[in-house]
């Protein structure tokens, strides 16, 4: 019997039980490289200029350097420095379909409004608006940086990073002390910090003088003109957000775990980086999407919902000299997805909201969600079963771990990917990103195994 049980049961095991000391060194060198990057690309902007630099390190060129394209090619293309395609030209004409790996490099934070800052009581403060899904108390009393781009009305843009070097300040937003929190501990935990209580902390002393209104916020704008040539108006076309600034970092005694902010999705955008930077022609062409505004509903010029997408598509196809009417949508329906993108891992601490038997676990490798959506899947594409046997092959044909699972139980809620937007298109698409633990909050989990199963994964699938 247990010859049978053998045979016929699903084998979920820890990654980590077979593997010898130096695969485990190979794992956690390739985890110190994801670290690195982390720390410096907090946000989608920085997340494209990092991703930039690697590709033209690695031979790709942008695409409108081109008139024409070949089999071996490497290309990419930026979409107002929050967005970018990279495609590998395969050996098969386009027509017979890409095969594709979709992640997204924007994170939940804290963006400022239009017109953020004001003064109050001897203090200055930074006004905010929550970008994404986020639970409004973990924002408070933790250090903050500030990332982003101050655009002037001349068109100079300033690049602004505070927050991040041990010789810069940090910034917070400050809470209740127990002793007089008697009401706010009386409410419902989503409302015990409400959204227009996220304001940052930004300064204290006022300029010297007398009949001067507001000298705090006086003093903070002669900080920032002094240092980056702006005033108050200019501060209406900037993008700044707040990001922790907390460092990635090993977790655990064994430093099996990597902890750090925006690993949901910036780890599955790294890794299928990375895996792309190690093709070289491969029999259909590889393309790898680094999208923004999947938090908010990919919508607006940078997001999947955009068209521009297929317009690097259809220049793919210009170049190659094969374009014709239609063609756009044939080859977006032979063609292959995976959308890369986290996947809830189980948490024993909070394991009522999670079915065990189709939770995804750390550390036993990629996580395939064949759909998403919301209870009834409600909003998910729902891969078909014979794209799901085809991913299966080629993960089993490279000993890649990986583990089936649904994102929480039935009716407890859910989520979504970029999947649905691309199997509108007619692609064959599945889920397949690294497990989690505290998804959307200021410091999440992730198992180094499975950084790197994800990255062996990608890289198989467009070598196949």
């Known amino acids: 019997m247990e010859e049978l049980k053998e045979k016929l049961f699903s084998k979920k095991t820890v990654g980590w039980e077979s593997l010898d000391d130096s695969k485990k060194n190979e794992i956690f060198d390739f985890c110190n490289g994801y670290m690195n990057f982390l720390n410096n690309a907090k946000t989608e902007r920085e997340f494209i200029k990092q991703a930039r630099k690697v590709a033209d390190e690695h031979g790709f060129k942008d695409l409108i350097n081109f008139s024409q394209i070949h089999p071996g090619d490497k290309v990419y293309f930026v979409n107002r420095d929050k967005s970018m395609y990279l495609a590998v030209i395969g ?15 924007d994170s939940p934070r804290l963006d400022l409004k239009p017109n953020p800052l004001y003064e109050d009581t ?21 250090p903050l940086s500030i990332h982003g781009v101050i655009v002037k009305a001349n068109g100079e843009k300033i690049e602004v990073n505070i927050g991040e070097k041990d010789t810069d300040p940090i910034f917070t937003i400050t809470d209740l002390l127990p002793h007089l929190a008697v009401d706010q501990m009386e409410k419902k935990l989503k409302n015990g910090i409400e959204g227009e209580a996220l304001n940052l902390l930004i300064g204290s002393i006022p300029v010297d003088g007398d009949n001067i209104s507001e000298k705090v916020k006086l003093n903070i704008l002669n900080i920032l003109n002094q240092r980056y040539g702006i005033t108050e108006d200019d501060l209406f076309s900037s993008e700044l957000e707040l990001v922790p600034a907390f460092k990635a970092r090993s977790l655990g005694f064994d430093e099996s775990m990597v902890a750090a902010y925006g690993q949901d999705d910036k780890i599955c955008a790294y890794t299928s980086l990375m895996a792309m930077m190690n093709i070289e022609n491969p029999k259909n062409t590889a ?24 317009f690097f598509v259809s220049e793919l196809l210009n170049k190659s000299g094969i374009n014709r009417p239609n063609l756009l949508d044939k080859v977006f329906c032979f063609s292959k997805m ?3 993108d986290v996947d809830a891992g189980y948490d024993p601490i909070y394991a009522s909201v999670s079915d065990r038997y189709n939770a995804g676990y750390l550390g036993k490798g990629i996580a395939l969600v064949k759909y998403t959506g919301a209870r009834g899947k409600s909003g998910a594409s729902d891969a078909n079963a014979e ?30 990917t970029i999947a649905y937007i ?13 497990p989690l633990l505290s998804m959307h909050a200021p410091y999440e989990v992730t198992s180094k195994f499975d950084i790197y199963e994800a990255f062996r994964t990608y890289k198989a699938f467009w070598n196949k």
């Open 338 to 340: 995976l959308s890369s």
């Open 422 to 434: 691309l199997a509108n298109k007619g692609v064959d698409v599945i889920d397949c990103g690294v």
């Open 387 to 416: 794209f799901v046997a085809w991913v299966r092959n080629m993960l089993e044909e490279n000993e890649i771990k990986y583990q089936l699972t649904e994102l929480g139980k039935v009716d407890i809620g859910g989520g979504g």
């Open 91 to 105: 050996q098969e004409s386009m027509e017979n379909g890409l095969h594709i790996i979709g992640s997204h490099v």
């Open 122 to 142: 001897g203090f200055a403060y930074f006004k905010t608006h929550y970008y994404g899904g986020i639970k409004k108390y973990q924002w408070t009393t933790i």
């Open 287 to 310: 393309v790898c999407i680094l999208s923004d505004k999947e938090e908010i509903g990919s919508m607006g010029n940078t997001g999947m919902e955009s068209h521009m997408f297929d």
